[in-house]
């Protein structure tokens, strides 16, 4: 009788072992607490599997323990210096653990430490989980953690059935992936038909990071609507569609479609952006344009652009002789400035005629452009700053 109590004292210890080790945690000094972490990583599958059952929604005193340790235990594997079995016995562990878990949040906890451990082993294990709508958001944020090829195919094949705001959530899920294969155009342009307003610029969104320019029709139409929140998602996943073309004419063709439709600053930089070293007659046009608006975000951008435009097959000497042809002083002497940055001693002659310039305004970018392009001033040529000449 004797000798069989004294066998369960001994497993009653035993099985104590980890969770007196969580409660020490609490109240830890940092560097204590790191030791403990570390012991309980060492046997990171048996103190799961003792830690687990502990858990609890109601927090009761055990389950802060648990939730502790636990918490302490993956940040201790996420130590680029952890051993990368340690780091494989605490995901296995917790992968055993997951039908164990007492409620929704405590396994949620389990589900979301997975996701931050990253291991593709976990994939499997999520699998039923992302089925289930009470795990299917901290399931699909594990998943895309993870980021690997079998996580990719799990969200995929859950896509291939899922409709409304689940098929939303897992197609910008798969959109990180940027494969254009992934997404079936023809269930993407159905969730598109019959999708609310507010889930569209999510939707937007994904088929911009895939390259699908089916899109780019839906796109344009919205760029026209009333809507200041639809009109800036469209402008931004139609930016980033742009950005994903890598045939050259279609590129710069719905770049030009996108500024004609929205004369914005977004739209002028995708244009710009999309001809590359090779700027078109029409995109400069509307560059020199831009710069005689009203619209302050639209001028500095313009002006931005024809700084960079040189180096896209504009000469020095065309963005010197319109700087002259301009009638405006703001406009005349952004651009003065904007030549000074440049760098470029061909527009000296025009930026020191510009010292002389009736406009104070234009006087002074010029005098702040020359000390750009050589140094301070002469004192002859700083006079003509402060004068007015007519």
Not at 7 to 34: D, F, I, R, S, V
Request: net charge negative; hydrophobic share 45%; proline share 3%.
């Amino acid at each position: 009788m004797a000798v069989t109590n004294k066998k369960k004292t001994t497993k009653k210890t035993t099985a104590g072992k980890y969770l007196k080790q969580a409660g020490k945690l609490l109240w830890a000094e940092p560097a204590c607490g790191h030791k403990i972490a570390d012991e309980l990583l060492r046997d990171a599958e048996e103190a799961v599997a003792q830690l687990v059952p502990c858990m609890s929604e109601s927090n009761d005193e055990q389950a802060t323990q648990a939730f502790f340790a636990l918490e302490a235990m993956v940040m201790a594997a996420l130590n680029p210096e952890c051993s990368s079995e340690q780091c494989w016995a605490l995901v296995t562990g917790l992968c055993q653990q997951l039908p164990a878990a007492r409620d929704a949040y405590s396994r949620s906890q389990l589900i979301r430490y997975l996701g931050l451990l990253g291991y593709d082993c976990a994939v499997e294990a999520l699998r039923p989980w992302l089925n289930k709508k009470e795990y299917f958001e901290v399931t699909l944020l594990a998943l895309r953690h993870i980021g690997s090829p079998s996580a990719l195919e799990l969200i995929a094949e859950k896509m291939a059935t899922a409709k409304g705001s689940a098929y939303t959530a897992l197609v910008l899920a798969v959109a990180e992936w940027e494969n254009d294969e992934i997404i079936d155009q023809d269930q993407m342009r159905k969730a598109l038909a019959k999708a609310p307003e507010n889930e569209l610029p999510a939707l937007w969104n994904a088929c911009a990071r895939c390259g699908l320019l089916f899109v780019a029709e839906d796109l344009l139409k919205a760029c026209k609507g009333t809507s200041k929140a639809t009109k800036a998602a469209a402008h931004a996943s139609l930016a980033l569609l742009i950005s994903r073309i890598y045939d050259w004419e279609t590129a710069v063709s719905l770049g030009q479609q996108f500024y004609q439709v929205s004369p914005v600053a977004i739209a002028l930089r995708s244009w710009f952006d999309a001809c590359a070293t090779d700027i078109t007659a029409d995109c400069y046009e509307a560059l020199t344009d831009a710069v005689q608006e009203d619209d302050p975000a639209l001028r500095e951008t313009a002006l931005e652009l024809l700084g960079r435009a040189s180096d896209c097959g504009v000469e020095v000497e065309l963005l010197v002789e319109f700087a002259g042809t301009l009638q405006s002083p703001s406009a005349k002497a952004a651009m003065v400035r904007m030549l000074g940055r440049h760098g470029k001693m061909i527009a000296r002659p025009f930026i020191m005629a510009c010292l002389w310039d009736k406009e104070p305004e234009v006087r002074q970018a010029a005098h702040e452009a020359a000390e750009n392009l050589q140094g301070k001033l002469d004192v002859g040529n700083a006079i003509a700053v402060a004068v007015y000449r007519d």
